[in-house]
Every structure is written in structure tokens, then in C-alpha cells.
């Protein structure tokens, strides 16, 4: 399109992406003026209830309730059950697209039209985006908030036809008899269990050798090695090659002791990350100062971008990629937006993910590798609460990380079953600057899971009392 031809809109904000962080900063700015425009590139739908939280959810449960029937048995109870795959996608997209990413875009199609446009954003100069080649965009104050992508590695080139990941994979239409699962983070051991789980022969690849979502090196070792006791896990090594035939994708991996494997799958989900979406914006025209990387830098409270009126937020930060962080982020950038150039410095929650494999995997606040080398205290036990063992799920440790001087609470790490209950708990003591003391100030019922909270706070909260008394005799 010629330059004389291109439509040219005038606004004092705009907002690239229309996810979780991009609507959270809509509808801050857009109660304060009619000067902004939201730009979307793909369809409507967040990350979280398209392609992330909501329908990984919907497989998990449904890969809880097989496993359920086949290990009933312990509690005295017989049960026989046949996984239908194509019934279990159907549910899937019938209840994602209906319930979560419907609700998505009813708020959407409430948004005026004005305020949305469709297209990829693109830099060209200061103030200044192309959007598809065909409008340009003049804004005083821009936000980005356009999310990321799977990362593949070029290895898996010869075998893409094969290649899944976490934003294809609810779109199959029955589960594959084979499947080899790259990677070892939170989205490849979520999918990867409840894939084996529902009856796919599944084995996982890593790389490190460590669930990075943990950072005590006990806490890893146990959770590799619990997982590693029901799934097929080579945690360390790399693809070396792949290929395709007619019978399937083969990988060929190397372990770390150079030893080589080479297997065929029906299909290959690829889950080792993924890649902000700043390296398609032109960022070299803005001035923005950007690592070697090609990350973005900016200041957490503010989400400011160098000196500049930009702002970032989201999954594009690479930085905290959960739909609360989103959500909040989005509301930060659209708050220094609003009045720039006078920042206005947030106070961020404390860091809380969930992962939610069996054991669940959680982190609060603080983790071990931030606090190692300061005074602290580590109240540790393993899952072992009365109701854990009515459970049969005694497998698993949480450790709480508290000031040695203080009683303070800074952090947790947890590995168990129903931990993200717990971690909710700690979440909400670690907010509110609580200590130990202060927490167990608070009934317990018996028998419940809080009783493991309860009974590892005593325990750290006696370790600063030893720790007091050993200070005071020296």
C-alpha cells in the first residue's frame, strides 16, 4: 500500500495486545479517556483460557480421574475404566471454548469498535507504528502487552509435521498412542503426567536434570525422583537429531554420560519455553534499551521501559509468566501511562506459582537460591499430615524459609499433594509480614491438610528459638 494510501490514528495511548495484561490496562485507561486504541494480532482469548491455565486444567482432571480408577483399589474399591480420547478433547474445547474463553470475549465485544484494531504492531520510528501495512499509528504513550510463543529449536525442523505444542495440543482430535515430551519445566511435566496418565506411552526429555520451578536442591532431587518413579524421564542430555518416516518421528537424544537413544513417537510436544514476542516489534526504532538477549530491560514496580513513555507487561516481560502477574502488570503499565512522566512505584505481590502435577509443586515468596548465604531458618518435614496418609499421598516435603532473628516468614517451597492450598496460606502470612508465631496463633482442624503447615512452622519457629539462644550464649 502506498504511503498516500495508508489510513493514519491519532491517539494518545496505545495498547499492543489484548490478553490478560493488555485488558487489564484498557480498562484502566479507557475510564480516564477515548484517546486509545488496543491492537490485536491473531484472534481474541487469552493465553490462560485459550492455550494455558484453563483447558491444561480441563486434561489434568480428566487424567486425575483415570488415574483415580486405577489406583482405587488401595482403598478397598474395584474399579475398571476406559479412557475415550476423543471424548476427552470434546469436553475439553466444549467447556474451554464455551465457558472460558466465551466469557473472554464477551468483555472483548463490549470494548468499542473504535478502540480496537487487528493486525501485527510493528515500530518504525518514535511515537510511530505500522500496523499490517495498511494504518499507521501515531501515540503519545505506548504499552506493550502482546505475549509469547512456543520456542522450538531448529532440531525438531525434520519432524514438524509431528510437532505439538502448548498452543496446539488441545486442538488434537484423539490422543496419540506415543508422544516424547522435551523439556522438564512446569507446562512440559503438567501435560507430559496427564498425558501418560490418560494412557499415551509417554516419555520426557530434559536438559538440566532439574525441575527449575525448585531451587533447594533436595526439594529437586525428590520431586525428579518421584516423578521419575511413574514416568519415563531422561532428565539430562540433549536432541541430537530427528527424523521422519512412515511410521512416526524419530528422536535420537544423548545422555549425559554420551550414551545415545533413539526412539519413534507418533508425536512430539515440544514444552521448553517461550519466546516474548518483543524481537516482532521493531523495538531498534523506539530507543529502548534491550540485552544482549534481546530482552526488553524495565523497572518491575513502575514497568517502565529506559526513560521513555513505554511500558511493558505480561508474558512479553519473559519474566513471570502467570496470569495474576499479567493481570497486575497490566494494571501497573496503565497506571504510569496515565501519569507519566511522574511515576508511580507499585508494591508487587509476593511471587506465587502452582504447578500442578501429582505431587503439586509450589514456590511463595522468596526462594531458597535468594535467601542462601543470609541468616535463616528452614522449618522442613515431609507430607506426612493425618490427612495425607487417609489419602495415600504421603509422598513429597515442604520446607518454610524464615528470619533466623525475627520469626519472620520470607518463602516456601513445596512438593505434595493439595500443596497449592498451602501455598495460599503462606501467600497470604508472607503478605501481611506475619511470622511463625503470629500464623500459629490460628486454629487448626484435625484432621486436616493445614496440620502439615502447622507442624512445619513449629518446627522452624523452634529452630529460631535454638538459634536465639545460641547467639545469646556466644
Known amino acids: 500500500m502506498s504511503e498516500s494510501a495508508m489510513k493514519t490514528l491519532n491517539v494518545e495511548y496505545a495498547i499492543i495486545g489484548a490478553g490478560t495484561a493488555g485488558l487489564g490496562a484498557y480498562s484502566k485507561i479507557s475510564r480516564k479517556t477515548d484517546s486509545l486504541v488496543m491492537i490485536q494480532d491473531g484472534p481474541y482469548g487469552t493465553t490462560c483460557a485459550r492455550v494455558g491455565c484453563m483447558p491444561s486444567k480441563l486434561m489434568i482432571t ?9 489406583t482405587s483399589e488401595f482403598f478397598g474399591v474395584t474399579a475398571t475404566g476406559r479412557v475415550d480420547g476423543r471424548k476427552v478433547f470434546e469436553r475439553l474445547r466444549r467447556e474451554r471454548d464455551n465457558r472460558f474463553v466465551a466469557n473472554n470475549l464477551r468483555y472483548v465485544d463490549k470494548i468499542p469498535a473504535h478502540h480496537k484494531l487487528e493486525g501485527r504492531a510493528r515500530f518504525i520510528g518514535p511515537g510511530r507504528l505500522r500496523v499490517s501495512e495498511s494504518v499507521e499509528v501515531n501515540a503519545k504513550k505506548f504499552i506493550l502487552a502482546c505475549g509469547s510463543r512456543p520456542a522450538i529449536s531448529e532440531v525438531f525442523e525434520p519432524v514438524m509435521a509431528r510437532v505439538l505444542t502448548s498452543d496446539t495440543v488441545f486442538e488434537l482430535e484423539d490422543l496419540p498412542r506415543s508422544i516424547a515430551v522435551i523439556g522438564t519445566g512446569i507446562i512440559a511435566l503438567e501435560l507430559g503426567q496427564a498425558l501418560h496418565r490418560l494412557g ?4 520426557i ?11 533447594h536442591p533436595a526439594m529437586q532431587q525428590q520431586a525428579l525422583d518421584l516423578l521419575g518413579a511413574e514416568l519415563d524421564i531422561y532428565p539430562v542430555g540433549r536432541v541430537v537429531c530427528t527424523r521422519e518416516d512412515v511410521e512416526g518421528a524419530w528422536i535420537e537424544y544423548e545422555q549425559s554420560n554420551g550414551q545415545r537413544l533413539t526412539r519413534m513417537f507418533d508425536r512430539v510436544l515440544v514444552a521448553t519455553g517461550r519466546t516474548p514476542n518483543v524481537d516482532r516489534l521493531g523495538m531498534e526504532h523506539t530507543g529502548v534499551e534491550v540485552t544482549e538477549s534481546g530482552a526488553v530491560t524495565f523497572d518491575p514496580q513502575t514497568m517502565r521501559c529506559s526513560d521513555l513513555p513505554i511500558f511493558i507487561a505480561g508474558d512479553v516481560t519473559d519474566h513471570l509468566p502467570l496470569w495474576h502477574e499479567a493481570f497486575d502488570e497490566g494494571r501497573i503499565a496503565a497506571d504510569n501511562a496515565l501519569s507519566f512522566p511522574n511515576p508511580v512505584p507499585a508494591t508487587r505481590r509476593p511471587p506465587l506459582m502452582v504447578a500442578f502435577t501429582d505431587p503439586q509443586i509450589a514456590t511463595i515468596g522468596q526462594s531458597f537460591r535468594q535467601l542462601e548465604g543470609q541468616e535463616i531458618v528452614i522449618g522442613d518435614l515431609p507430607f506426612t499430615s493425618p490427612r495425607h496418609v487417609v489419602w495415600n499421598k504421603v509422598q513429597g516435603r515442604i520446607q518454610v524459609y524464615l528470619d533466623a532473628k525475627t520469626g519472620v516468614i520470607l518463602g516456601a517451597e513445596l512438593l505434595g499433594y493439595k500443596a497449592e492450598h498451602l501455598a495460599h496460606l503462606l501467600a497470604l502470612a508472607i503478605t501481611h509480614g506475619m511470622t511463625a508465631e503470629q500464623v500459629l496463633s490460628m486454629p487448626v482442624y484435625h484432621p486436616s491438610a493445614e496440620e502439615l503447615l502447622r507442624d512445619v512452622l513449629i518446627d522452624a519457629r523452634d529452630k529460631c528459638r535454638r538459634y536465639a539462644a545460641e547467639n545469646m550464649s556466644h
Open 62 to 70: 480428566a487424567a486425575d480421574c483415570a488415574h483415580h480408577l486405577n
Open 200 to 203: 499415551v506411552e509417554t516419555t
Open 205 to 215: 526429555f530434559g536438559r538440566s536434570g532439574r525441575i527449575n520451578a525448585l531451587t
